[in-house]
């Protein structure tokens, strides 16, 4: 099965200098904790809510002036809408991540999330997979 298939096809995208306030604003009104970030329509980061709390609120920083790519993650890992659903599994695994933003000649046109994966009956043992790797838990240095 080609991602293409299960992927939410609806996905906003934000610019580099919007700002942090309007990128919580967005993941508020549309209850999503990411959301891809572009310049000139190329997928060159993704920001998160952690990247929101860690980045801006931990720091200080006034989220009404500070830059989106600022916090940003640079250079996320993308998946072509032409893979099929156990490689874009195993990434999403390798790389630990819970969302891969979907792209075609570069363009944004999607974005495949676990929960994408899980409520598909038979991809369920792909998504348990993909999160038990995701979801090694890290030694605090405390």
Known sequence: ?????????DVISLSVDDTVEHAAGLMKEHDIGSIPVN??????GIVTDRDIILRGVAEGKDLKIQKVREIMTSNPVLGDENLNVDD???IMSERQIRR??????????GMLSLGDLAVEPNLRQEASGALSEISIPCTPNI
């Not at 099965?1 to 096809?9: A, C, H, R």
């Not at 310049?39 to 060159?44: D, G, L, R, S, W």
């Open 88 to 90: 874009a599994a195993r």
């Open 1 to 9: 099965m080609k991602i293409s298939e299960i992927m939410t096809k």
């Open 39 to 44: 310049t000139n329509e190329k997928i060159v």
């Open 100 to 109: 891969l933003p979907i792209v075609s000649n570069n363009i944004l046109v």
